[in-house]
């Protein structure tokens, strides 16, 4: 199985940027889709996005579309998430997970490994 580490997170203004990263271990992602979600205090954890396993397909919560961008380098065996022009209801625990299955899917039960979070706090 994969193991997931996630980094990047801090406190940033609102408009600011940052950019997460998920280190794996343990196998190549190349074997995975791999996504993100967050999970804001109070609220159940929802999807931001997910990138295939050749980065032919993405998907993207409309919530982040334009803002956010995902990437991989199944030779470094890690996915980023740049997050631009940050709102402080983007502030939540951000995890990184990966999926057995070749489709891109976007709900919590499909992806099969989990990070331990990274905290993203936008102030106003």
């Known amino acids: 199985q994969v193991q997931l580490v996630e980094s990047g997170g801090g406190l940033v203004q609102a408009g600011g940027s940052l950019r997460l990263s998920c280190a794996a271990s343990g196998r190549p992602i190349s074997d995975y889709t791999m996504g993100w979600f967050r999970q804001a205090p109070g609220k159940e954890r929802e999807f931001v996005t997910a990138i295939s396993w050749n980065a032919g397909w993405t998907r993207y919560a409309d919530s982040v579309k334009a803002r956010f961008t995902i990437s991989r380098d199944n030779a470094k065996n890690t996915v980023h998430l740049q997050m631009n022009s940050l709102k402080p209801e983007d502030t939540a625990v951000y995890y990184c997970?990966?999926?057995?299955?070749?489709?891109?899917?976007?709900?919590?039960?499909?992806?099969?490994?989990w990070g331990q979070g990274t905290q993203v706090t936008v102030s106003s």
């Open positions: 997970a990966a999926d057995r299955g070749l489709a891109v899917h976007t709900t919590t039960r499909e992806f099969d490994y």
